[in-house]
């Protein structure tokens, strides 16, 4: 999680394009108070996978943003194990129709 506005002398734009040329498959969510739409295109256009702005409501929004993904990695998790046994499946039926065919002949 980063924030638009860091007290270094980079922004968090900035930081999110570094953190991205480094591993461009990691999430990063920028929370900030920045109400103006172009920062949000901005953010979202440099790869953050989410904005959350500060409020009342950030922590809950937090909260879903990592449920989400929780549940993506979840469904990333078995589609690989269902394409792992439908491949395997697959595997031994042609072994097994091959087998039956050697004995036929």
Do not use: C, P
């Not at 980079?10 to 920028?30: P, Q, R, Y």
């Not at 922590?59 to 194990?81: F, P, R, W, Y």
């Amino acid at each position: 999680m980063l924030d638009y506005i860091l007290d270094y002398n980079i922004s968090g734009i900035d930081l999110l394009k570094e953190v991205k040329s480094i591993n461009s498959a990691l999430d990063v969510v920028m929370v900030s108070s920045q109400q103006n739409l172009q920062t949000v295109f901005s953010t979202l256009k440099n790869g953050a996978r989410s904005y959350i702005q500060k409020g009342d409501k950030v922590l809950v929004e937090i909260k879903k943003t990592i449920d989400d993904k929780l549940i993506s990695i979840k469904q990333e998790a078995q589609n690989k194990i269902i394409k792992k046994w439908i491949t395997g499946t697959f595997v031994v039926v042609a072994a097994a129709v091959v087998l039956m065919l050697l004995i036929k002949k």
